[in-house]
């Protein structure tokens, strides 16, 4: 019983480890020396080749069909139909709606579901990240592993929490184990996240990492260079303030950094506190 046990351990975690690699497809049901085999043909190739016998006549089961994807467009026609389908949206329920239907961009279809938002719509002060991880991708929701942790204690030190903030990331779908998004998956994205800032209206954007600040910012400098400058975003009608950050992900890699996160943290409640003095 105790090996049977084991051998279903170490299957589940290969599967674990073939999702985050992003395998998704199995060609055979068996692994395949592929070297063997190209020195096995070129020797078939030299002997006579022998004409098979037919095989007798039968009616044999049809094959099982697989379920097929749908074929991704290409990517120039894939930003088109984002940007039709953000434009139609009216609200965030809309949004999302459209976004659940969207098919293309081919990271919809290894991840696990689509990673909307989190707190308050209604919020004067919008969070936008890069990308989902492992857990976002489990629970649907963003920054809610270790980097959502250190997203909550960094709000908390400045007075703020979940239903004070509203958050969502560039990127809607988790790239397959944790990848950086491509400037391609960035572009489709983009009209999605675009039309999410416009729908929600906030006062105040506060673009988390490099990938979110010099997609949304149109910069091109690095986030310790962007971090701490206020820019102006225009969301429809209206230009906004936008403040580049650091990324609670990076912080976690760099605690040292820490201390330029809470000058930033500090220069956004002083301007929370100036908007809510209004």
């Not at 990271?107 to 719509?121: C, E, I, M, Q, T």
Request: hydrophobic share 45%; net charge neutral.
């Amino acid at each position: 019983m105790a090996a049977a046990v084991d051998d279903r351990a170490a299957i589940l975690g290969l599967i674990e480890w073939y999702h985050e690699a992003g395998i998704d497809l199995a060609l055979d049901e068996m692994p395949h020396d592929r070297f063997a085999e190209s020195v096995a043909e070129r020797t078939d190739a030299r002997k006579p080749a022998i004409r098979p016998a037919l095989p007798a006549r039968s009616d044999p089961a049809p094959a099982p069909i697989a379920p097929q994807r749908p074929p991704l467009e290409a990517p120039e026609a894939a930003e088109r139909s984002a940007r039709a389908l953000a434009a139609e949206a009216a609200t965030l329920d809309d949004l999302r709606a459209l976004m659940e239907r969207f098919d293309g961009c081919a990271l919809k279809h290894s991840a696990r579901r689509l990673v909307f938002a989190d707190g308050n719509p209604r919020a004067r002060i919008m969070l936008v990240g890069e990308a989902p991880g492992r857990d976002e991708d489990e629970l649907g929701l963003p920054f809610v592993g270790r980097s959502g942790q250190l997203l909550d204690r960094m709000l908390a030190a400045i007075g703020l929490d979940r239903q004070s903030v509203y958050i969502s990331n560039i990127i809607p779908w988790r790239p397959p184990g944790n990848r950086t998004p491509t400037p391609q998956e960035i572009a489709i994205c983009l009209p999605f996240i675009a039309r999410h800032i416009e729908l929600v209206d906030p006062a105040v954007l506060v673009c988390l990492g490099g990938p979110s600040a010099q997609t949304l910012l149109s910069q091109r400098e690095g986030i310790l260079r962007l971090r701490g400058r206020w820019f102006d975003y225009t969301a429809g009608a209206r230009t906004l303030p936008a403040l580049a950050t650091l990324h609670p992900a990076y912080l976690l890699r760099q605690p040292a950094q820490k201390r330029l996160a809470w000058r930033d943290l500090r220069a956004l409640k002083a301007r929370h506190e100036a908007l809510t003095a209004n």
